[in-house]
C-alpha cells in the first residue's frame, strides 16, 4: 500500500477530518471528494436495504448461497460469468450472508431486487451522484463512487432512516468582516423506514462485530459497518459508523508511471477486513477518547435466532442455457465481495447440528419468533428498555410477558 484516504463526519455531517492522500506536496487531488473507485463489498449494505425495504428478505430468514451462480443472460445472450465465493454450499442466515461477505447470496439478493431498482434507491434514498451502472455485478461494487457519497449513505443507518450530506465550511467572511456565508446540517428526514434502518444497523453490528469487519469492532466502541475488496485487491475499504461519527477509510496502491496514475494490484492480505478495518478501529478509538464517546450495549444479533427457512426451488426459465442457475425468487439471494474476506469465527453458529438433527428424525420443526425482553427473556412490552426476536419452537414459547417492566 502506498496511498490512502479517510473521512469523517458527526451527526449533522460536519466533517471532522479529512485526509485526501499521501502527501499534498506531492499531489493535491482530493480522493475523498473528487475521486471515484470501486467500493467492492462495501457497496452490499444498500442492496440488502433495498430488499428488506420491499418486503423480499427479512432479517429473520436465509438466502440461498449455493453453488454455482452465474449472472443472468445479457441481452446479447452471452453466457454469463460465474461468480465465486466461499461459505456452506446452501441456505445461510441473512446475517451471515452480510456478516461473512458472501459473494453468492448477495448476487441473488440483487437478482431478486433488481439492478434498476437498487440504483433508483441508491440515489433517491441514499444520495448516490456518481453514475451507477443497472447490472447485476453492481452488488460487488462495480461502479465508482467517491468517499464523500458513501458517508453519506452510511449515514442513514447510522441515523435510523435519516440522511445527513457531509458539509466543511462553517462560514465564509468578507473583506470588512461580514459574514457572507454560514455553513448549515442538510438533513434529509425518512428517507428510510426505521424498520428497515434498525434491521440493518443490527445486521453492520454483526459485520463489526463478529464478522468481516471484526478487527475494527475489536479497537473502538459501538462500530458497524462494512469492509470492501475489489478485484486484485486494487482497493481495501471499511464503511462504518459508531453512535457519534461516520468514518470512511480506503486504502490502495498507487504508482505514478509517465505521468499517469495507476492503482497495482496489492497482495492477498491487503483486504478490507484486514488492513482498512484495523486502521479505521484505530483512529474511531482515539476521537472516541476525545470526544467522549461511551461504549453502550445492544440488542442481540440475529444470528442463531432464524436458521431454518429452507429456499424453495428456482422455477426454470424458457430459453434458459442448460446448467445455469436463474436465481429463482426472492429467498436464496447472497453475495460477497469478488476477493474473499477472512471473517471472524468460521462456520461455526450457523445451526447445521440443529438441521441435521431434524433430518435424522425426518420431522419439520415450526418455529415462531417473539420479541423477547432483553433482560427477562420474556414476551416483551412497550415498555422493556432493550428487545430482540427470539426463536421458540411452535406451541413452547413463554406466554407471560416480562413481569420486570410496568405498564401491563
Known sequence: ????AFVLMDTDGR???????????????NITAQGGRQPGSA?????????????????????DNSAPYYYPLDETNQRPKAVGGGGPDGPVSVEEALRRSLNRAACRVMEAVGPANVVSMAKRTFGFESKLNPYHSLVLGTSEVRMLEMAEAYSVFQ???????PWAITSITGPNGQ?????????????MGKMTAENMDRLLRAVGVMGSGHRAGAIAANVRGKTGTTQENKDAWFCGYTDEFVGI???????????RKVHKEMSDAAEGGKVSAPTWGKILKRIQELSGEEARRFKSSFEGEIINLIPEEPEEEEGVEEGLETGGGIIGTTGGETTEETTAGGDEGTGTGEQNEEEENNTAIEYIFVEVCADSEKPATFYCPERYT????AGAQALEVCPLHGGH
Open 249 to 259: 477509510m480506503w486504502l490502495s496502491n498507487l504508482e505514478i508511471s509517465n505521468g
Open 15 to 29: 466533517i471532522v477530518t479529512m485526509i485526501g492522500g499521501r502527501d499534498y506536496d506531492e499531489d493535491q487531488y
Open 43 to 63: 457497496f452490499k449494505p444498500f442492496v440488502y436495504a433495498a430488499a428488506l425495504e420491499r418486503g423480499l428478505i427479512s432479517p429473520h430468514g436465509t438466502v
Open 390 to 393: 427470539k426463536r421458540f419452537a
Open 179 to 191: 459574514i457572507i456565508y454560514r455553513g448549515q446540517s442538510r438533513i434529509h428526514k425518512n428517507v
Open 159 to 165: 441515523q435510523n432512516g435519516t440522511r445527513v450530506e
Open 1 to 4: 500500500m502506498t496511498t490512502g
